[in-house]
């Protein structure tokens, strides 16, 4: 019954590894989004698809790198990781990308680079 | 960005109410959310608005007034389950830019 589900829930590795965090809703939503929360709680957009398509990509390093297989999958891979990318990745889904859309978020992956 | 500023931190009595604010400086989006977060969980919507007013949902509310670049969520006879952060968010273009979120502390 879990709608937007994301593996791996906890994520621990060394600076310079390459890895990937998965991401599944069930909603049969259009939309799906990568959001990055930092130690002081902000969270901040990174990447938005659309039935397979990216719409957005805010300003995020090339080592970031989303794949949608299809709309209710979203992938991220992430090369040469840095201290920096600690945080807590969430994805969501929403129905479209019209007005008004209400986003439903995924448990969250918390990766800590060593 | 949308310069979004909520309050960092608040606290509260079970049973009162509070109120959170939010201002922002931005004079173009689609709607002004509400989210709630605990601690270690996922953020979870609350309410929305579009246009100016007051939407309410059971013990939650939502206040918005785009003239004055503000909004407020108002929650009442609080419980202790309420104590959480509280995130708001400006929708825009297919992109929600959230403020740092204000985390409110219920005390018996």
């Known amino acids: 019954d879990t709608a937007v589900s994301q593996t791996p829930k906890y994520l621990v590795t060394q600076m310079g590894n390459d890895k990937s965090i998965k991401c599944e809703q069930n909603?049969?939503?259009?939309?799906m989004y990568w959001y990055k929360q930092d130690s002081k709680k902000f969270l901040k957009i990174m990447f938005s698809?659309?039935?397979?398509?990216?719409?957005i990509n805010e300003t995020v390093p090339n080592r970031f790198s989303p794949k949608s297989p299809d709309k209710a999958h979203l992938n991220l891979h992430i090369n040469s990781l840095e201290l920096g990318d600690s945080a807590v990745y969430f994805c969501?889904?929403?129905?479209?990308?019209?007005?008004?859309?209400?986003?439903?978020f995924g448990p969250g992956t918390r990766l800590l680079v060593l | 960005g949308q310069n979004i500023d909520q309050p960092t931190e608040m606290t509260a009595t079970e049973g009162a109410i509070v109120q959170i604010n939010c201002t922002y400086q931005?004079?173009?989006?689609?709607?002004l959310f509400w989210y709630q977060q605990h601690a270690g969980e996922a953020p979870t919507f609350l309410s929305y608005?579009?246009?100016?007013g007051l939407e309410e949902k059971g013990r939650f509310s939502s206040f918005l007034s785009r003239s004055k670049g503000y909004s407020y969520l108002l929650l009442k006879e609080l419980q202790m389950k309420d104590s959480a952060s509280y995130l708001c968010?400006?929708?825009?273009?297919?992109?929600?830019?959230f403020g740092s979120g204000t985390k409110l502390n219920v005390k018996p």
């Open positions: 608005n579009v246009l100016d």
């Open positions: 931005t004079s173009g989006f689609n709607g």
């Open positions: 968010a400006l929708y825009n273009f297919n992109k929600f830019y």
């Open positions: 909603l049969g939503h259009d939309t």
């Open positions: 969501a889904s929403s129905p479209s990308s019209g007005d008004q859309e209400t986003q439903y």
């Open positions: 698809y659309n039935n397979k398509e990216l719409i």
